[in-house]
């Protein structure tokens, strides 16, 4: 059985940063795909960013240049460090790991940006 648990999520004022992290428990390791998802209030999950078990990320437009994500594969983490936050961030964020042709999910993590 495959667990993820995020953390690090809070309420935070535009402008500001915040680092969540995603730890997973289970038999399986080097996942293909981790990623980070978020959904706000009224709209569909979004993708946010990816990154392969190579280390190749890939980022929604609207936040490349603020947001990084990294994974540990020794510690089965995977990370989002999200920089000059804006009120458009806010949403529960979700962390997601495939491996070969099944997801699993985390419970997800509450970011709020005042403005």
């Known amino acids: 059985q495959v667990q993820l648990r995020e953390s690090g999520g809070g309420l935070v004022q535009a402008g500001a940063s915040l680092r969540l992290s995603c730890a997973i428990s289970?038999?399986?390791?080097?996942?293909?795909?981790m990623a980070w998802y978020r959904q706000a209030p009224g709209n569909q999950r979004e993708l946010v960013a990816t990154?392969?078990?190579?280390?190749?990320?890939n980022y929604v437009d609207s936040v490349k240049g603020r947001f990084t994500i990294s994974r540990d594969n020794a510690k089965n983490t995977v990370s989002l460090q999200m920089n000059s936050l804006k009120p458009e961030d806010t949403a529960v964020y979700y962390c997601?790991?495939?491996?070969?042709?099944?997801?699993?999910w985390g419970q997800g993590t509450q970011v709020t940006v005042s403005s």
């Open positions: 997601n790991a495939v491996y070969i042709v099944t997801s699993y």
């Open positions: 289970g038999t399986i390791f080097n996942f293909n795909t």
């Open positions: 990154i392969t078990n190579g280390g190749t990320t």
